[in-house]
């Protein structure tokens, strides 16, 4: 069983937007980079799209939710801020349940993932953290992540 965490993509400077940051959309690169998890996620098998509730989050996973006729969930631990701990146990939880989830989170969330996934015995192929419209895949068997391999975004491959 896998899960598939991936990085929002691109979405233009923090300090350049005057709105609330939840809104921040996605630059043009980050459109590309999410046509790229759209190219790379289209014939895995994912059952579910879990999101945090920013726009960037959203807007990462829509071309693949459109290719698939899923919507976009927003889930609550993947929200910036969001605990580790807790975004891996749900992840888990969903692996256990026989789906395959692919979930977009942010900067903060994703390395305090990977270091819990490490944390319990994990392997790690790849940095400890992604870059923008990057992903892991987890490796899941009896109920925990076995290894965590990282995939760059399709824009530096």
Do not use: F, N
Not at 91 to 119: E, F, K, N, Q
Not at 139 to 150: E, H, K, M, Q
């Amino acid at each position: 069983m896998e899960i598939h965490l991936v990085r929002h993509a691109h979405a233009g400077s923090r300090k350049a937007w005057d709105d609330d940051d939840r809104e921040r959309p996605l630059s043009e690169r980050g459109q590309a980079q999410a046509r790229g998890v759209l190219d790379d996620l289209a014939d895995v098998g994912v059952d579910r799209l879990w999101s945090s509730s920013y726009v960037r989050c959203v807007q990462t996973l829509d071309p693949l939710a459109d290719r698939l006729g899923l919507e976009v969930e927003v889930v609550d631990p993947l929200t910036e801020g969001g605990s580790g701990a807790e975004a891996l146990d749900l992840l888990l939880y969903a692996a256990r349940s026989g789906l395959t989830v692919a979930a977009c989170s942010h900067g903060d969330v994703i390395p305090a993932v990977v270091a819990t996934a490490l944390g319990r015995g994990a392997r790690l192929d790849g940095p400890a953290s992604a870059a923008k419209g990057g992903r892991y895949v987890l490796s899941v068997a009896d109920g925990a992540v076995t290894a965590l391999r990282y995939v760059p975004p399709s824009d530096r491959r």
